[in-house]
Structures are given as structure tokens and as C-alpha cells.
């Protein structure tokens, strides 16, 4: 027998219905008007008349965007850091969190190398100690500044844990009775079980080296080496026209540079845009399984 839902019940849902479209429309708007702008006339958008739709359809901005050399320039650098960063945290996730997730009769010192993680969510040594470090390392105005001290991200690695101790103790145990050691048992038991958990992590971690803009201002000496979202903070949000060419200084003006920046921040979004759709559909179960259990 199927229960009918009461008025109660019918409002309530509509309420959700309602507060989550709301909430979709405040996120999807910004992007759209950001877009609107971006194709339409300098004129159009100078007069503040562009709302949701292009006034005066053209593409001049997209096109002197795709120009620069250095805006794809710290494009590419920005896709390599995502790539190396994106794959460096996934390796050091699994490698952090597969001992972790092991009792304590298992791993003697599980409670002591967790509760070091834990410390480093809670305090940090700030700006300029970390600055002289990589300084000192050598690390300084190359890419691997901008990735290796944020390789082992911990609320990632207490998710992973969390994941990996919710799976079936039998799988295990039946591997180590063929003979299997904890690293084939991590690789070809574990992390294939772990998939929706993985695609979750990937996804915080592509959007966090996408979107990080402030390290690559500290760490890169020359414009040259900045990421995209360094570049566009000091290209868009504090622009500099004394540092650009006469032609490019006419070009903007023919523009206008609210049609510029609206082009430029809608590419650097893009890429993030393209991946979501892909990994959504595992955000929700990853997050939820690996939270659940402690």
C-alpha cells in the first residue's frame, strides 16, 4: 500500500522545490550576465544596458583575448599545474589515507600520525615561514612551488580514510590469505572500490589549483610564470595600463574594458565548467560515504 503524501508533506517539497531554484538562479545569473557582457558592444555595456542577453552581438573581445600571449600563456601553466597538482594530491591521498584507515592493532602509531594530520587543519605557520621555506629549498619562481605545499591535502586524506574503512574487512582478509601484499590489496582492491570517492577528491582538487591565484603572486618573481588566475588578478582586478603597448591601449579603449574582463574571467571559468557536468554525478555518494564513518 502506497501512503499518500499529506498537505504538509506536498508543502514542504514545494517549499524545497522553490528555495533550491532560488538558490540555482543566484549562482547561474552572475555567470550569464558575466557572458551577456562579454559579447555584447563597448557601447552596450559602457551604458550599463546589458542584462542577460548580448546588446549588439560580437565576439571583439574573445578574439583580443586569445591574442595575448600571455594570457595563453598562463593558461597552459595553469592546465600543467592542474595536472601534475591534481595528480601528485590523488597518489598522496591514497598512500596517506590506506595506513590510516587501519585499526590500531594493525598500524601501532594510526593515533599518533592522525592526530599530526589533524594539527595541520587547525594551525599553520603562516605567510612568511612558509615563504622561506621554499625559498630555501629552491623551490622559489618554478611550478612545483605552487603544488608541492599543497600536495597532501588532510580533508581530502579523512575522507579517503573514511571511505577506505567502510569497504567489507573480507575482501581483504581473503587477499592476504591468496598471498596479496597491503600494496596490491591498496591498488588493484581498494582504490577500484573507491572510484566515486576518487572522482570527488579530483574534482576538490582541480578546483582548487584552478582557482588559487594568491601563491602564484608570492612565489613567481616574473608575470611571465603566473598562473591564469594570478595573471587575471593583476590583469583584470589591478590593471595596470602603463604596462601595456600603445596598440593595446587603443584596443581596450575600442573594446572597453568591461567587455575585456567579462571575457577574460568567463575563459578562466570555463574549463571548471566543462569538467563538473562529468564528476557530479559521483560528487554526492563520495562525499557522503566517505563522512559517515569515523
Not at 99 to 115: C, D, I
Not at 177 to 187: E, L, N, P, Q
Request: glycine share 6%.
Amino acid at each position: 500500500m502506497v501512503e499518500r503524501p499529506t498537505l504538509s508533506r506536498k508543502a514542504f517539497i514545494a517549499l524545497n522545490y522553490t528555495a533550491l531554484t532560488v538558490l540555482s538562479l543566484l549562482c547561474l545569473l552572475p555567470l550569464v550576465h558575466m557572458l551577456a557582457i562579454s559579447l555584447s558592444s563597448s557601447t552596450a555595456a559602457g551604458a550599463g544596458m546589458v542584462k542577460l542577453w548580448p546588446i549588439e552581438f560580437n565576439t571583439k573581445a574573445y578574439e583580443y583575448v586569445l591574442q595575448k600571449d600571455q594570457f595563453l600563456d598562463s593558461l597552459l601553466i595553469s592546465v600543467k599545474r592542474v595536472l601534475l597538482g591534481t595528480s601528485l594530491n590523488l597518489l598522496l591521498i591514497v598512500l596517506c589515507a590506506y595506513p590510516l584507515s587501519k585499526e590500531v592493532k594493525a598500524f601501532k602509531l594510526r593515533t599518533v600520525y592522525v592526530w599530526l594530520f589533524f594539527i595541520t587543519i587547525l594551525f599553520g605557520g603562516g605567510l612568511i615561514p612558509t615563504y622561506m621555506v621554499i625559498q630555501s629549498t629552491g623551490l622559489l619562481n618554478s611550478i612545483w612551488a605552487l603544488i608541492i605545499p599543497n600536495a597532501v591535502p588532510v580533508f581530502s586524506v579523512v575522507l579517503m580514510l573514511n571511505f577506505f574503512r567502510g569497504l567489507p574487512r573480507e575482501l581483504e582478509e581473503s587477499a592476504f590469505i591468496d598471498g596479496a601484499g597491503h600494496f596490491t590489496i591498496m591498488w588493484k582492491i581498494f582504490v577500484p572500490l573507491s572510484l566515486p570517492a576518487l572522482a570527488t577528491l579530483t574534482l576538490f582538487s582541480i578546483v582548487g589549483h584552478w582557482n588559487a591565484w594568491f601563491d602564484g603572486i608570492i612565489y613567481m618573481n616574473t608575470p611571465t610564470k603566473y598562473p591564469l588566475q594570478s595573471y587575471l588578478q593583476t590583469a583584470v582586478i589591478q590593471e595596470d595600463l602603463a604596462a601595456m603597448s600603445v596598440n593595446d591601449q587603443k584596443l581596450i579603449k575600442e573594446i572597453s574594458n568591461k567587455t575585456f574582463r567579462a571575457a577574460q574571467l568567463f575563459l578562466g571559468a570555463l574549463p571548471v565548467l566543462l569538467v563538473y557536468p562529468f564528476l557530479q554525478r559521483f560528487f554526492i555518494s563520495g562525499i557522503v560515504m566517505g563522512s559517515v564513518k569515523g
